[in-house]
């Protein structure tokens, strides 16, 4: 499938923050409640690797660099995120080749970010050393939960001491951000294991923790799990207790939220990438599967590593999918993440039937209005989808 960008859609790459997400695909074994798009070598076979990876994302950035200097519209790239899959298991080295492509095709902003996502188990304080010299300036390292019995529900194979060992490891190569994933919610998981995992958080010193509660996705092990009655359904109030309780420890340790599921300790430790998608800002997603977005332009790519590499090599970018969203569309999205932001939803840009929906969030408790803005308070954070159901159905 062609893609063809306007020049006034190109024009915006000028005028908005632009980020580069990089999809490594690759898994060493498979988490039973992950419905991402990765691989592990088995499921491969020949038909792909890391390297045919590496040379086919190297032909993606190329493109992309041609059609943005084709329209003189190049421009730094303010933020760098190599997520995945795994992208530890392909190694520092490559993983430097990946910031070195980007650097040399579109240049990095002074004081980008450039974060990877790594799994601790595939860490080493030599591995940190070598990615802070590759000019990596951020670390997430997905933790999950530090009980043992939690761990394995999840089919992560790392310990419940790996992540904060791989934290300190990255502290001390030089990262001065660095985050920690954790699922809440797990199907096992007591009041007493969350706290564990809190204060490995807290005890690990990082800057910034996400916070997920668990989803049971359709097509995984976990939900056939669930459906076959071996483990329950995550139970919805649980999930909010939990909630609550992360947030009460992580604000009592100097973490604030920033978006619903996000806590950081300032301005400097937010994650910026992220920080790109929720303002609805332009970035080219490189690899496998990803997401694209410019100017109101969304594209996706080819799931499978190997027809992803074979259409780079014939010559063709490897698109899926092109969808041209409408000024009411990106106005709907827009609210949709604004609310989940600390920032919260501007209501000057509110029609009179969406202000009308937002006051009625307010005046239930769901919401406060500071200035122009309508931010979520802690029971609003909890029924966020629902807060932004009765805005946007109100569009």
Same mark, same amino acid.
């Given at each position: ?41 088995? +499921? ?10 590496? +040379?086919?994302?190297?032909? +993606? ?51 980008? +970010? ?35 019995? $939690? ?46 995992? #809190?204060?490995?958080? #807290? ?12 989803? $049971?996705?359709?097509?995984?092990? #976990? ?164 807060? $932004? ?7």
């Amino acid at each position: 499938m062609e893609l063809n960008l306007s020049a006034d859609v190109l024009a915006t790459v000028r005028t908005r923050a632009f980020g580069v997400y990089v999809h490594v695909p690759f898994c060493a074994t498979r988490c039973g409640y992950c419905d991402f798009n990765t691989y592990t070598a088995g +499921e491969l076979g020949s038909s792909a690797s890391p390297d045919s990876w590496l +040379e086919g994302f190297k032909r +993606e950035i190329a493109a992309a660099g041609k059609i943005f200097s084709d329209s003189d519209c190049s421009r730094p790239a303010d933020t760098i995120f190599v997520g995945g899959g795994t992208p530890s298991l392909i190694g520092a080295h490559m993983l430097g080749e990946v910031v070195s492509t980007i650097r040399t095709t579109f240049g990095l902003a002074p004081n980008a +970010e450039v974060t990877t996502e790594s799994n601790p188990e595939s860490t080493s304080a030599e591995f940190f050393s070598d990615l802070k010299g590759a000019g990596f300036t951020r670390v997430s390292l997905g933790m999950q939960s530090a009980a043992e019995h $939690v761990l394995k529900t999840l089919d992560r194979t790392h310990t419940p001491g790996c992540a904060v060992d791989a934290a300190r490891e990255a502290r001390a190569a030089g990262f001065d951000h660095i985050n920690l994933d954790l699922i809440y919610g797990t199907p096992g998981e007591r009041t007493r294991d969350l706290d564990a995992s #809190l204060d490995a958080v #807290l005890e690990a010193g990082v800057d910034h923790v996400s916070a997920y509660a668990l989803i $049971v996705e359709e097509g995984t092990a #976990l939900a056939r799990n669930v459906r076959k009655g071996i483990v329950p359904s995550p139970d919805d109030d649980v999930l909010a207790e939990r909630y609550e309780h992360i947030d009460r420890r992580l604000s009592k340790a100097g973490l604030t939220w920033y978006e619903v599921s996000n806590w950081s300790s300032g301005g400097q430790a937010e994650c910026h990438h992220n920080r790109g998608y929720w303002n609805g800002d332009n970035w080219w997603g490189a690899g496998p599967g990803a997401h694209s977005h410019i100017g109101g332009v969304r594209w996706w790519n080819t799931k499978h590593p190997a027809r992803y590499a074979q259409q780079l090599e014939g010559g063709d970018l490897p698109v899926a999918g092109v969808e041209f969203l409408t000024p009411a569309e990106q106005h709907v999205e827009g609210i949709m993440l604004a609310v989940r932001m600390r920032d919260g939803l501007d209501l000057t840009a509110l029609s009179e039937r969406e202000l009308h929906a937002a006051n009625s969030c307010v005046t239930d408790g769901l919401a406060t209005v500071v200035g122009s803005r309508m931010i979520l308070t802690k029971r609003g954070r909890l029924l966020a989808d629902g807060v $932004v159901r009765r805005i946007v159905s109100a569009t």
